[in-house]
């Protein structure tokens, strides 16, 4: 049965309680989940031993003796994209709200009657949400400011991620899922462009498949080998394979794979791997759209290289508040943008997972057994407990920023990726879900009829955890009713 709101509008933002109100507060009493809510998942065929989950009501609370539940809390889970809660929870006590990345555009010198003369330097500091539209708009920039010509080289200097991650290639992600062209596998760059990838449209022509870019610079030529074949429509994404290769000064994406007619028209977001290619692409394309010009033996070439010291600045461009960016990473799970608040925060994936580590200790969570091999959750070896992702969700209830972080979870049955999911208790819940092959995951908040705030962890690690989602909806909602 669907739980509606009567009428008004459900506040879930708990008070900022001052960061010891958590730890002074009556700990609550822990019992078992009821077998009613423990066997809708046995009956989905996964065990006992295979799922995880722990309810912690955050104060202040509606009932004097205050009970948590449990279920196996303490068993070490991969929590897959679950794992983002903690990464931009770490942002936020390290950035602040406020921080925006920057992208700067530099000189040797001021330009003279409209002439750079000399390379025009773009030193990216790792904005995970930098777009083509936001690098027309600092082109534009440079032509309110008197440059007309361009004469020298444009330099892009991605350096401020290079010694943070020597190698971006995709060995893991390679061995992860067979199918390194899905956007997910997206990698850090500090010139990151449209979030390191594109979507195609997959467009049926007699019988054949068509091609076709959402956006993309008109000197990218898309090229389809794909079969149309007969069958279900079914898994047909990780079957595809995507190539990037150059012809001249054009990019050439040929995608190759089997599709199936019943499937009609589809999109495949794609991981764009060449980013130095689509800055080259989309700067002249843009700049020329602006009337500016390039000169000289160099003028319009593309290279990669460092931003000396002593250059001046003529345009800086500021990325989104990290409040804005952390809704982008959590209601959409974006593993890319989770990864470069993981290396702006810690440097590399090493120092993320002791700084986090180390952050969860002092507020009291047992995590020396825990594992955090990136920020995004994309990851086999990642190991967490539902009982510490409970108490660390109740910790930053406590925060000042809380709103702030609680705004970035999908919202029940409304966004983000719950837009068609937790129906039951649509409206009353925001919940960061994860899953893998083989994982489903879920974290966030709750507030039950009573109005009582809990903090809720549910992780499933079993080859039926693609079917817990029904068992996962039945425990929010037993939550939801306080019985």
């Known amino acids: 049965m669907s739980v509606r709101k009567l009428g008004g509008v459900l506040v879930l933002f708990s008070m900022a309680w001052p960061q010891a109100a958590w730890s002074n507060a009556v700990d609550p009493q822990v019992r078992a989940f009821p077998s009613s809510v423990t066997q809708a998942f046995v009956k989905k065929g996964i065990a006992s031993d295979d799922f995880t989950a722990y309810a912690l009501p955050i104060s202040p609370f509606v009932h004097r003796k205050p009970q948590a539940y449990a279920h196996g809390s303490s068993q070490l889970v991969n929590p897959a994209s679950v794992a983002k809660v903690f990464t931009t929870a770490l942002a936020l006590q390290r950035l602040e709200s406020t ?102 449209d997959l467009k049926i022509n007699e019988n054949s498949v068509v091609v076709v870019p959402e956006e993309a610079p008109k000197d990218w030529a898309f090229v389809s080998e794909i079969n149309l074949t007969g069958g279900a429509c079914g ?153 510490g992702l409970a108490e660390f969700l109740r910790n930053m209830a406590s925060r000042s920023d809380f709103p702030d972080f609680l705004a970035s979870f999908p919202r029940a049955g409304t966004d983000g990726t719950l837009h068609r999911r937790v129906n039951n208790v649509d409206g009353f819940a925001y919940l960061k879900t994860g899953s893998l092959n083989g994982v489903r995951s879920l974290g966030g908040y709750l507030r039950d009829r009573e109005g009582q705030l809990w903090a809720v962890g549910v992780l499933v690690k079993s080859p039926r955890a693609y079917d817990s989602w029904g068992p996962m909806e039945s425990l929010l909602e037993f939550i939801y009713r306080a019985e």
């Not at 361009?150 to 350096?159: H, K, M, Y």
């Not at 160099?298 to 002593?310: C, D, S």
């Open 99 to 200: 921080y925006r990345f920057k992208t700067g555009f530099h000189a040797d010198a001021e330009p003279v009657d409209g002439v750079l003369n000399g390379p025009l330097y773009i030193k990216g500091s790792g904005d995970p949400a930098f777009l083509s539209a936001d690098l027309w708009a600092s082109l534009r920039q440079l032509r309110t400011k008197g440059v007309d010509v361009i004469n020298g080289p444009v330099v892009l200097d991605d350096s401020a991620f290079t010694e943070q991650m020597p190698s971006l290639g995709l060995a893991e992600e390679d061995a992860f899922d067979d199918a390194p062209h899905r956007a997910y596998h997206a990698q850090p760059d500090a010139l990151l462009l449209n979030f390191g990838a594109m979507s195609i």
């Open 235 to 387: 898994a047909w994404k990780n079957g595809m394979s995507v190539d990037f290769s150059k012809a001249g000064r054009n990019v050439v994406v040929t995608v190759k794979g089997n599709y199936p007619r019943r499937c009609g028209q589809s999109r495949l977001p794609i991981r764009v791997p060449a980013q130095d290619w689509l800055w080259e692409s989309w700067v002249k394309e843009i700049w020329l759209q602006l009337g500016g010009k390039f000169a000289g033996p160099q003028g319009g070439q593309m290279i990669k290289g460092v931003t000396p010291a002593n250059t001046i600045a003529l345009y800086t461009h500021y990325g989104k508040p990290l409040s804005d960016l952390i809704k982008q990473i959590n209601k959409w799970s974006s593993n890319v943008m989770a990864r470069h608040l993981e290396l702006a925060v810690a440097g590399t994936p090493e120092a993320f997972n002791a700084q986090l580590k180390d952050w969860l200790k002092l507020q009291g969570i047992s995590s020396d057994d825990w594992f955090f091999e990136n920020g995004s959750g994309l990851s086999r070896n990642t190991r967490i407990d539902a009982k």
